[in-house]
């Protein structure tokens, strides 16, 4: 169940958004090979932010369910593989942020 924000900041928002929009199925593609998980369990949204002017312009915060096999590694590459197909399509610094949730106390309806 991986949920991916990409928080964009309004300043370059124009700029980004179709860009980053026509990635996201290689964002998904990513998240579904590494970690082993259907599409159709992913969400994925886009939304702008306003902030800071010396923070990072592009922000992807991921929520997962932990799982063994989903180690600090594992993760670690995932947001690395991220972090360089987003920075491959924008000239701005991109921060990722990976909450861990407990599958026993984390509900979910679809």
Known sequence: MPNLKIFVAEAVWTKEVDSLEALLPALRDILCRELEVDASICQFAIIPFRGLNDQA?????IQLLQKVERTRDVILSVCNMLRAAITGISQHRVAIRVLNLDPVASISLR
Do not use: D, L, M, T
């Open 57 to 61: 312009q592009i922000s992807v915060e």
